[in-house]
């Protein structure tokens, strides 16, 4: 295990934010292997820093306890899809929604983990954060549907939120099902069908 480091000093020529940035993204790493092969109560101070590499004294240098490593986890997929749709809604794409749809799919497909954590989730700690992140989802979702919607007349407010919790929670579980190998498609028919079906709801709640 690496030893502490004065705050401000470079090593080698590399700043300090950046060896601190690179241990943090080490500690997450350590974290989502660790829910994935041993579940929530595998993962503790040491454990983590000894699957890192890293001097427990880098914990708390990144995290004021365990609940914020796990939010962090949970924080960095979603800020990473939350970035890619984002230039996607910029680019001015004709269906941003489609687009939309597949960063999702190759987020979660291209590293199941977090999808296997959080589905599975017996922990209570992990369950809140499921739940958490279901209803930014849905939150998320919203303008796609009503931007889909309009195509067909106007979303009826009534039904947006039960739409969104319709298609985020069919969604996770089709992704689920797709990684642990149960559905017959291929990845490219996944993305076609889940648009296909984000459609049909925005067709259905126009009036």
Same mark, same amino acid.
């Given at each position: 295990?690496?030893?502490?480091?004065?705050?401000?000093?470079?090593?080698?020529?590399?700043?300090?934010?950046? &060896?601190?940035?690179?241990?943090?993204?080490?500690?997450?790493?350590?974290? $989502?292997?660790?829910?994935?092969?041993?579940?929530?109560?595998?993962?503790?101070?040491? %454990?983590?820093? &000894?699957?890192?590499?890293?001097?427990?004294?880098?914990?708390?240098?990144?995290?004021?306890?365990?609940?914020?490593?796990?939010?962090?986890?949970?924080?960095?997929?979603? @800020?990473?899809?939350?970035?890619?749709?984002?230039?996607?809604?910029?680019? %001015?794409?004709?269906?941003?929604?489609?687009?939309?749809?597949?960063?999702?799919?190759?987020?979660?497909?291209?590293?199941?983990? $977090?999808?296997?954590?959080?589905?599975?989730?017996?922990?209570?700690?992990?369950?809140? &954060?499921?739940?958490?992140?279901?209803?930014?989802?849905?939150?998320?979702?919203?303008?796609?549907?009503?931007?889909?919607?309009?195509?067909?007349?106007?979303?009826?407010?009534?039904?947006?939120?039960?739409?969104?919790?319709?298609?985020?929670?069919?969604?996770?579980?089709?992704?689920?099902?797709?990684?642990?190998?149960?559905?017959?498609?291929?990845?490219?028919?996944?993305?076609? @069908?889940?648009?296909? $079906?984000?459609?049909?709801?925005?067709?259905?709640?126009?009036?």
């Amino acid at each position: 295990m690496t030893g502490p480091e004065i705050s401000g000093q470079s090593y080698g020529g590399v700043p300090f934010s950046d &060896r601190q940035r690179s241990r943090r993204e080490r500690l997450l790493d350590a974290a $989502l292997h660790l829910l994935d092969t041993a579940g929530a109560p595998g993962v503790t101070v040491r %454990g983590v820093c &000894r699957e890192a590499g890293l001097n427990n004294r880098y914990f708390y240098e990144n995290f004021a306890d365990l609940d914020a490593l796990l939010d962090a986890v949970v924080d960095r997929l979603e @800020q990473s899809i939350g970035r890619r749709v984002a230039e996607i809604l910029a680019s %001015g794409e004709p269906s941003p929604a489609d687009d939309a749809i597949a960063v999702m799919v190759s987020a979660f497909i291209d590293d199941p983990r $977090l999808l296997r954590i959080l589905h599975t989730a017996g922990d209570p700690a992990l369950a809140r &954060r499921r739940e958490a992140l279901l209803l930014r989802s849905v939150a998320a979702l919203r303008p796609f549907l009503v931007a889909a919607a309009a195509e067909f007349g106007r979303a009826d407010p009534r039904m947006l939120d039960t739409a969104g919790f319709l298609l985020v929670g069919g969604w996770s579980d089709a992704l689920w099902a797709f990684s642990a190998g149960e559905l017959t498609v291929d990845r490219s028919e996944l993305v076609e @069908q889940l648009t296909a $079906l984000f459609t049909g709801v925005a067709r259905t709640i126009a009036r």
